[in-house]
């Protein structure tokens, strides 16, 4: 037997009711697959801007400066971030390393 529905007054309603109802508590495997993809898609895209950054800061600091050292640092970390790019591109493309 199935007792009857109880009646509640608004103030036991307010407190009964939380932030996560049934509804939005049943298992979504998909939803959290893409949240997860477009979460690191983001992540993916920031880092490649912020490296791009970084070049572009190498660049210049290559193109203006005339100290020997700093020439130098700035050939290196250029030759680094340009060798990262051809690393990601031959990822993506699928190639695999020689």
């Known amino acids: 037997m199935v007792p009857p529905p109880q009646k509640k007054n608004w103030l036991q309603e307010f407190f009964s009711s939380g932030p996560v109802t049934e509804a939005y508590a049943q298992d979504s495997k998909d939803a959290t697959v893409v949240a997860v993809s477009w979460m690191r898609q983001g992540i993916v895209v920031f880092m490649i801007v912020c490296i791009t950054i970084l070049l572009i800061g190498f660049l210049i600091l ?27 591109v031959t990822g993506l493309l699928g190639i695999p390393p020689v």
């Open 62 to 88: 290559y193109f203006k400066t005339s100290d020997p050292e700093k020439l130098k640092f700035a050939d290196r970390m250029i030759r680094m971030i340009v060798g990262f790019y051809i690393g990601v």
